[in-house]
């Protein structure tokens, strides 16, 4: 394997939990709603995924808890700003401080244990392609997992009409209530799918990325999702693009480093966080002002009868 | 009693006002209240766990005569409201255990001199503030020795946290136990910038391994580097602060175990006793704050071949900052003959002349 190789096979394992939780967040905006807690919901299902991994014995009842527990924290959140349309900026918040909190009460019986990780799955044929081979078709489950959800996301949203539905929940929510769509229960489902990913992404991380269980695992991996978002101008190929380049540069900046690159390593590793401004920036220069984002995001929906 | 930094503030309110009521005397009355401030989880397996366990020992050994209050994951920028409130509630001894604490340490010791402070690799002392320390370095030089028999490709990786003196000194050190067996040994570092961040470790040791490293030192608290070498395969690796066999069975070379109990339950006794000093405490393996984990995956050999220089070291018959030391510009800090002192050391901001790694 050459170099450049393994380069991108570790940027792909980077990138993939902010992709998988980002698509996720990037449906519940597009429904209307502003979920914080990503960083929460994925940190419950870091600590439920490995907990039910370790006490089965079965790595699949762990990415199935993972998802359950990542969609029990988003009904909660539903709870709130759906049902009792609270502000969804504060409950989001609190989502994330909640699961932070929650998680290291579930992961505690689980400091210190040791299991192996899931491993790669090669798929015939394709992964023997040089090059793109190993890096695209020699991954873990997850990869391919994210792979289709940015198909599948991207095909539900602009090709069908469940998908044109909730994007009018997102633009305008009087309206598409006026036409007799249940918005409400439109965006609890969107809630949970969000959920369902950022459980996912969490039960990636300690399952696959490293798999054991330490409190604040996550390292603020949910916050950078919900910037992809954004940076995605809430479009599901862009969000790739956008996972990839933040693990790139993360993942590239470690090896200049340890290649001797003289660039003071504090400003290599703020690196990311730079690029997604400047990104933003020039998007929204490009845009000449105006909203990117759907025009009824974080604003609660109460209806009148 | 271990609190969490949200539930502490939580209570923060109503405990403020008992303490307004009652003033000191809440801490004389009963048993001696120790503060610990940690900068990790307790279960990061490393530097935050060890602190840990050496408070367990400390409540071991002295039993009802002390209490412990704990706060752990406290953010420097946080450290000033919780330091504050472990005053408040009666803690009369705390221990700061992290170089991240030892300015804010230094600044909010004055405003409370009847707390004794102790800040865990802090380089100054004052009036009521201890600092103390264990010379890691020693394991870092075994660490090399071993580096340097065990790495076919003749490069050590190491995940360092961040440029401060405690990580460059070990760095050189790490290079002068491998230059001791091999003066061909390379090294390539990665700063990570934190103390504990187990997936940017493990990104970390895994760009290192991808350039050829295969023996990866780390200087961050996490088993993540390690656990990396044990699916790699073929890489071999240290562990930070207590054993880490368990995380890599067939990559574990050995680990410095931290042991702060003796040491905490000596100071406490101290100040029930009332001859408390501050005092500036740097042990070495010979005190016994820190020892080596049994050595594993290596041949009897090279495993007696470490134990004798560990054994060198402790006994003081070794010494890591033996003259001449040459910075990498070329310029001589001490010739041969001289030894460096322990403020040199600890103010150590250059690599040694060999070490082709730009300081960042």
């Known amino acids: ?305 | 009693m271990t609190l969490s930094r949200r539930s502490l503030m939580a209570g923060a309110g109503a405990l403020a006002g008992v303490s307004a009521l009652t003033g000191p005397a809440v801490a004389q009355g009963g048993p001696l209240n120790v503060g610990f401030i940690l900068i990790g989880p307790v279960g990061d397996f490393g530097w935050s766990t060890m602190h840990d366990q050496g408070r367990r020992r400390m409540l071991e050994v002295l039993g009802n005569r002390v209490t412990a209050t704990q706060v752990e994951s406290v953010a420097p920028p946080d450290f000033d409201r919780v330091a504050t409130q472990l005053v408040r509630t009666g803690s009369r001894l705390i221990f700061t255990t992290s170089f991240s604490y030892f300015a804010p340490t230094q600044r909010i010791a004055p405003q409370h001199p009847n707390v004794m402070w102790e800040s865990a690799t802090g380089t100054a002392t004052g009036p009521n503030l201890a600092i103390y320390n264990a010379r890691f370095y020693e394991g870092r030089y075994v660490q090399g020795v071993i580096a340097a028999r065990k790495s076919r490709s003749k490069t050590i990786g190491y995940v360092a946290s961040f440029p401060v003196p405690e990580v460059i000194h070990a760095i050189n050190t790490v290079m002068r136990g491998a230059w001791s067996v091999d003066p061909q040994m390379r090294i390539r570092v990665v700063w990570v910038n934190a103390w504990f961040n187990p997936g940017r470790e493990a990104d970390a040791a895994r760009a290192l391994m991808d350039q050829g490293c295969d023996v990866i030192c780390q200087h961050t608290d996490s088993p993540a580097p390690l656990q990396l070498a044990e699916q790699r395969g073929n890489v071999f690796g240290f562990g930070q602060a207590s054993d880490m066999t368990r995380f890599a069975p067939r990559a574990h070379l050995t680990s410095s175990v931290n042991n702060w109990g003796d040491y905490y339950a000596e100071r406490a006794r101290a100040v029930l006793e009332g001859n408390w000093r501050p005092a500036d405490t740097w042990g070495g393996l010979g005190s016994g704050m820190f020892r080596l984990a049994p050595f594993t995956n290596m041949t009897p050999e090279e495993a007696s071949e470490a134990a004798r220089i560990r054994d060198a070291l402790a006994s003081g018959a070794l010494h890591p900052f033996d003259g001449p030391i040459v910075r990498q510009d070329g310029q001589t800090v001490i010739p041969a003959g001289q030894r460096l002192t322990d403020d040199q050391i600890r103010a150590m901001n250059y690599f040694y002349q060999g070490i082709d790694v730009a300081m960042p």
């Open chain 1, 1 to 305: 394997m050459t170099l450049l190789e393994a380069i991108l096979l570790t940027v792909i394992t980077a990138s993939t939990p902010l992709l998988i939780a980002a698509i996720g967040e990037l449906v519940v905006e597009r429904a209307g709603v502003l979920n914080l807690g990503v960083e929460g919901m994925m940190i419950m299902g870091a600590a439920a995924g490995i907990a039910a991994a370790i006490t089965t014995g079965n790595s699949a009842f762990g990415v199935l808890a993972a998802v359950l527990a990542g969609m029990a924290l988003a009904a909660v959140f539903a709870f709130l700003t759906l049902g009792l349309a609270t502000n969804q900026v504060a409950a989001g918040l609190a989502l994330s401080i909640f699961g932070l909190g929650l998680s290291g009460v579930v992961g505690a019986p689980f400091v210190g244990v040791q299991r192996a990780g899931i491993g790669r799955i090669e798929i015939p044929l394709l992964s023997e392609i040089p090059f793109l081979g190993p890096v695209f078709f020699a991954q873990d489950p997850f990869v391919y997992a994210s792979f289709a959800l940015v198909v599948g996301v991207s095909w539900f949203l602009w090709r069908s009409k469940a998908g044109l539905v909730l994007r009018a929940c997102g633009e305008n929510h009087a309206s598409a209530h006026a036409l007799g769509y249940p918005v409400l229960r439109i965006r609890f489902l969107a809630i949970l799918f969000g959920g369902a990913c950022a459980g996912l992404a969490g039960a990636y991380l300690s399952l696959v990325y490293t798999p054991f269980w330490t409190s604040g695992m996550t390292g603020g991996r949910g916050w950078i999702a919900l910037a992809i978002v954004v940076f995605a101008s809430w479009l599901p190929w862009r969000a790739a693009i956008g996972a990839y380049l933040f693990g790139g540069i993360t993942i590239l900046q470690l090896h200049a480093q340890g290649a001797g690159v003289p660039v003071p390593s504090q400003l290599l590793s703020a690196l990311p966080y730079l690029i997604t401004i400047l990104v933003l920036v020039l998007i929204m220069r490009l845009r000449r002002g105006g909203a990117a984002g759907p025009a009824a995001l974080g604003t609660p929906f109460v209806p009148d009868r």
